[in-house]
């Protein structure tokens, strides 16, 4: 009886201690290691139903304070995120980490930076321009329409620090380490932060779990794979992507790249043979077969093998 009213009340405490979204989960933030904390957003796009909310929003815990990356797409996601991470930690948040330019990851900033004007938000140069170039109004509308409104209030709150490859950079008595090796990967706009105590890369969009993601006209599919393929050779201990589970390098980054070396394998196969990206599609699909759960799997496919094709006729691999 005494183990039942446990788990009951462990149950409640567990559910009141977390951020409810009716019909869509549970959300908290989880301890991957001694000082850092991820919250695992839902997989489908921006909604009403999920408040836009989808992406990973990471918290570190320093000394002095606390380091937040990508607070999540509006100030109503962001006001959520803050209170999780209140009840990890009562310290002021001193610096946040913006991975690149799309709005749900960032447009958060704007709850943070109220409650604590102070902290720094560091992101590349390129999101930076971009954000204030008309970015940012063009995300919020994204957020707004998708959400039918849940994101009401949200105003741009930009990065105030630029970044630099393998730039250090130390706050709240933590350092952290900035990857951006290429000029062009899931954006022109994409860091990856590595937080060098706990051997932790947050690696943003660049990687995705169980979850298919867009390649726009910045992006470049080469260039994704070379930064996976760094990613790796780093031999960190934990894999932070974007969107998806975290986890060690093969459970948390080879399976994307390994999609993406099929694609370019089977694009290029079909190049050679002078085939059409829809000619490519059905003899790619069945190579992928294993990614066919990943949510977003039909509505990309074709897209990715297009963008590849492009890309590899431009190379004239």
Do not use: C
Not at 158 to 170: A, K, M, R, V, W
Not at 178 to 195: A, G, L
Not at 226 to 232: G, K, M, N, S
Not at 262 to 289: H, M, R, W
Request: net charge positive; glycine share 8%.
């Amino acid at each position: 009886m005494k183990k039942i009213i446990f788990l009951i009340i462990f149950s409640f405490s567990t559910l009141i201690n977390a951020w409810i979204i009716e019909n869509v989960g549970t959300f908290k933030f989880e301890k991957i290691s001694p000082k850092v904390w991820i919250m695992h957003g839902p997989k489908a796009e921006p909604n009403q139903q999920n408040q836009g909310f989808m992406n990973n929003p990471g918290l570190v815990v320093g000394a002095t304070g606390l380091v937040v990356i990508d607070p999540g797409s509006s100030y109503l996601v962001g006001k959520r995120v803050l209170a999780e991470i209140e009840k990890i930690s009562k310290k002021p948040i001193k610096a946040i980490f913006n991975t690149h330019i799309h709005g749900d990851h960032w447009l958060g900033n704007q709850a943070l930076i109220e409650k604590y004007p102070a902290a720094k938000i560091y992101a590349h140069p390129n999101m930076i321009f971009q954000a204030k170039d008309g970015g940012a109004a063009s995300w919020i509308k994204i957020m707004q329409d998708l959400t039918k409104g849940a994101a009401a209030g949200t105003i741009a709150t930009y990065p105030t620090d630029s970044t630099s490859h393998l730039q250090i950079i130390s706050v709240a008595g933590e350092q952290f380490k900035i990857h951006n090796p290429t000029k062009k990967s899931h954006t022109d706009t994409d860091i990856m932060i590595e937080h060098i105590g706990s051997k932790t890369l947050f690696l943003g969009d660049n990687d995705f779990v169980n979850r298919q993601g867009r390649f726009d006209n910045s992006a470049n599919m080469h260039g994704n794979i070379q930064v996976l393929q760094y990613a790796l050779a780093l031999k960190l201990s934990n894999y932070v992507p974007g969107h998806g589970a975290s986890g060690d390098a093969k459970s948390a980054v080879q399976p994307f790249l390994s999609y993406l070396l099929t694609v370019q394998t089977e694009v290029k196969k079909g190049y050679e043979n002078d085939l059409a990206d829809y000619e490519i599609k059905p003899l790619a699909a069945k190579k992928l077969s294993a990614y066919r759960h990943w949510h977003g799997f039909q509505e990309q496919l074709g897209r990715h093998i297009s963008k590849m094709l492009l890309e590899v006729e431009a190379l004239d691999l």
